[in-house]
């Protein structure tokens, strides 16, 4: 059984507090700060137990390229929009965005 509006905008507290925010974290994650994650993640395999200590330069690189997007307005309506696509489209077909590809 579907529900809600595949044309309806408006957003529940959830949407904007929770899961268009994990779109953001996602999408800067996986897209956009890239190399930094890589990086990142290259020095922790190499460090084991101390990469708290040994990885400080690359953990606050990323931070900071993640913190850059998440206060970027632009990127945050692109990531509402895509999500209300998303959410329009699942609520026309019922078919998860993760089935659609």
Known sequence: MLTGDPEDRSLRNIEIDVL???KM???A???ICTEEVKAFTE???NSSIFMVITC???NTA???CLDKWY???E???KCKEEYLDERSEFRRTGIPRKHNK
Do not use: A, T, V
């Open 25 to 27: 974290r996602d999408k």
């Open 62 to 64: 990323l931070k900071n």
């Open 71 to 73: 206060q970027n307005e």
């Open 43 to 45: 020095c922790c395999k």
């Open 20 to 22: 268009i925010p994990k």
């Open 29 to 31: 994650r996986d897209e």
């Open 75 to 77: 990127f945050k309506n």
């Open 56 to 58: 400080r330069k690359e």
